[in-house]
């Protein structure tokens, strides 16, 4: 019998968002052990709610969604992500420049798969969101890791980005606002990438899925309005800030300079083609989720469940001898900094299995974000206060014993 291996090309692919921290976790579980999990961003499971409109709408469509729509997607949809896009002043962009997604993933792969040939080189931030990684790996390209700066709010490093560029770099990724660090990048630290990508005419992809859930009255800013002249890629979706994960609805915007885009975007439009359309329910909301009241707003100003748990666990964790944050502007992750020579830290893989193990907590180690050093880790304060109350006071009587 013919015995079938994995492709080489998975061998430099890592994704221990959902790795052997989790799969333990999960074998755990199996055997009757409750495990806090802390590692997931899915809002359902923490009691975030679809907004009523949203589910309303869907039931009444259902029945004229039994059928594929075009292959980028309903018409609907995408005039209203069209306006949604003008409204953040991304410029020149039309219907025809709309790509609906099963959630933002798919077309993270999707818009990898038309862009690399075999060694081309593309930048992303460490620490990243690893399906960025994974994509360009499995693509054939290279995924060249440009530092986001701890001590300067987790923002880009510029210098260390321009120093990665060769001339086998095809284009810049950007994730505003930032998984796993929570940060928010000002317009003045956008323009430094903009000027950079127009210098070496790169191509700029822009991961926007949490441009909804910012915080302290900050603004986000789309970095595609900062640069007409270059060829941008805006994704963003309603899974996070709709708590609607598991519909699976995202989509990207091209826009800017398409004529140098020209043979990049047959490519897309073939890949596109190819899966027939993305998921017909999902889109038939869009248009109500994208118009009238924004419920995720309720969540992020004081008062709000994200704003206090955001708060909260910041405090906390800087609390615990041993462990600092930077306080999060968006989104809902924290990525805490352990002292590595206090707990004698080598390997932040054993860090997450002990802690799993010890307190049935599970986290995310800070490398499975391609992050170089064992002294970070990812906290998802979706929980409510209660529940990451529990977890931070298991978190601290575990670090006043733990040695690695």
């Not at 409204?87 to 038309?114: F, Q, R």
Request: charge should be negative; glycine fraction near 6%.
């Amino acid at each position: 019998m013919r015995r079938f291996t994995k492709s080489t090309k998975l061998d430099n692919v890592l994704y221990d968002v959902r790795g052997p921290v989790v799969d333990e976790a999960a074998r755990m579980e199996a055997t009757g052990t409750h495990v806090l999990k802390l590692n997931i961003g899915n809002p359902a499971p923490f009691g975030f709610r679809t907004p009523d409109e949203v589910i309303y709408d869907m039931a009444h469509q259902l029945p004229e969604c039994e059928g594929y729509s075009a292959s980028k997607g309903l018409f609907s949809a995408r005039k209203a992500i069209m306006q949604y896009a003008q409204l953040k002043n991304l410029p020149n962009v039309s219907i025809d420049d709309i790509y609906t997604g099963n959630g933002v993933s798919e077309l993270i792969n999707l818009s990898m798969s038309a862009l690399l040939d075999n060694g081309d080189e593309v930048l992303i931030p460490s620490p990243d969101y690893p399906l960025w990684t994974a994509c360009v790996n499995l693509a054939g390209g290279t995924a060249v890791h440009y530092l986001c700066d701890e001590q300067s709010e987790w923002y880009p490093d510029i210098d260390d980005m321009r120093s990665k560029i060769t001339d086998k770099t095809k284009a810049i990724v950007v994730i505003n606002p930032n998984n796993p660090t929570g940060a928010l990048y000002p317009k003045e630290v956008l323009q430094q990438i903009v000027d950079l990508a127009r210098e070496h005419q790169l191509m700029i992809f822009s991961d926007e899925i949490y441009d909804r859930l910012v915080m302290d009255g900050l603004q986000h800013v789309s970095i595609a309005s900062l640069a007409p002249d270059l060829f941008c890629v805006t994704f963003s979706g309603l899974s996070k800030s709709h708590m609607i994960a598991g519909y699976r609805v995202g989509w990207m915007v091209l826009s800017g300079n398409k004529n140098v885009a020209r043979d990049y975007i047959e490519g897309l439009n073939m890949l596109t083609n190819m899966r027939i359309c993305s998921n017909v329910p999902a889109q038939s909301i869009v248009q109500t989720a994208l118009g009238g009241h924004q419920s995720v707003n309720d969540y992020i100003v004081p008062g709000g469940r994200i704003y206090e748990q955001r708060d909260y666990i910041y405090n906390a964790l800087n609390s615990i001898p041993g462990v600092t944050a930077v306080k999060p502007k968006a989104a809902f992750y924290i990525f805490p900094k352990l002292d590595v020579k206090k707990f004698n830290i080598s390997d932040d893989e054993q860090f997450a299995l002990d802690l799993l193990h010890d307190e049935r907590i599970l986290i995310t180690r800070g490398g499975g974000f391609n992050w170089h050093e064992p002294d970070h880790f990812r906290i998802v304060y979706l929980p409510r206060i209660e529940v990451l109350k529990d977890a931070t006071a298991k978190l601290t009587d575990f670090l006043s014993y733990y040695r690695q």
